[in-house]
């Protein structure tokens, strides 16, 4: 006799077929097919065990497979994060490098402006100088002229 997970009495069963109208020898064979369909089909306990074994284990691998990807994709995410960080300071270094260039030549543009202004202003001053030291040495004779 088969071990079975459930209980299933075979000559209570084909008695009840025969109570039915089937003769005794199709009572037995549907009886003996019954148990054996039984037997077959049904799980047991140490089924279970194994099924959740399995289950188990599976579940392991995926969640170490799981793991491994998400450190790959941390991994890749930390080197493209540091490459555009490099690649911002560079662009903020050039940038930096450009408006120091740029300030630099607009200071020297200012100075060469205000030294060619103040070239200008002094040329200007020294005319003025000569014109009030004519204008001064004509008062002075006009002024020797009249009380001499």
Request: proline content about 2%.
């Amino acid at each position: 006799m088969m071990d079975m997970p459930i209980k299933f009495d075979t000559l209570a069963y084909a008695k009840k077929l025969e109570e039915a109208g089937l003769p005794q020898q199709q009572a037995e064979a549907q009886s003996l097919a019954l148990r054996d369909a039984l037997a077959e089909s049904t799980v047991t306990p140490g089924d279970l065990v194994l099924l959740k074994t399995d289950v188990v284990a599976r579940i392991e691998m995926l969640r170490s497979e799981v793991q491994a990807q998400i450190e790959k994709l941390r991994g890749d995410l930390q080197g493209q994060i540091a490459k555009l960080r490099d690649d911002l300071q560079a662009q903020i270094e050039k940038l930096r490098d450009d408006l120091q260039g740029q300030i630099e030549k607009l200071r020297d543009d200012l100075q060469g402006r205000i030294d060619a202004l103040k070239a200008h202003m002094d040329a200007r001053f020294n005319i003025l100088y000569v014109l009030t030291g004519l204008s001064l040495l004509l008062h002075v004779v006009t002024l020797v002229k009249l009380f001499s």
